[in-house]
């Protein structure tokens, strides 16, 4: 493809020098390995080239770059102060009634005892109960099950993020 149909966002990160990239890109997933194997592939001649190898980067994760992964990420319904990113992401939540939310702290901390890190869901999109129900089902997984569902919810999160940084004009 010819440079006038690469969208202006991506443009744009494909000219970050190599550590404004690494920052760009931590920002958007906390594994270290994600990262670098995004950098490894730059530039990107479309969107569809930068999504696909994130979703191959993702697929490669080992159990210690998905938990390193998981470290940027709050528990649902419990985003950081000052953190637009999982407010945003996490907006289903905003609007939960105490009960709701109280029963998804329950949850969270019921999710981590059993798999010893943050119920990790892609919550662009769902309401609390939604994310209430799934937290729900998964907590009966095994931890490869639940290891699988991670990634896949990792790289769903993944793909929104990259998705807005590509599309800032």
Not at 78 to 103: H, N
Not at 116 to 136: N, P, W, Y
Request: glycine letters at 8%.
């Amino acid at each position: 493809m010819t440079s006038t149909s690469t969208p202006p966002g991506l443009a744009r990160f494909n000219a970050l020098e190599e550590h404004a990239a690494f920052a760009v890109l931590h920002e958007t997933c906390a594994s270290t390995a994600w990262v670098t194997r995004l950098l490894a592939t730059r530039p990107y001649p479309d969107t569809g080239s930068l999504y696909a190898a994130s979703d191959k980067a993702t697929a490669e994760l080992t159990a210690e770059d998905l938990t390193e992964a998981m470290t940027g990420h709050p528990p649902i319904g419990r985003p950081e102060p000052g953190d637009p990113v999982s407010t945003g992401e996490q907006r289903g939540m905003a609007d939960a009634s105490e009960k709701l939310r109280a029963e998804m702290l329950d949850l969270n901390l019921a999710y981590q005892d059993r798999f010893g890190h943050v119920f990790l869901i892609c919550a662009t999109g769902r309401t609390g109960e939604q994310m209430r129900d799934a937290a729900k089902e998964r907590i009966g997984n095994s931890p490869e099950q639940e290891r699988e569902i991670v990634r896949t919810e990792l790289g769903k999160i993944n793909r929104v993020r990259l998705a807005r940084l590509v599309d800032e004009a």
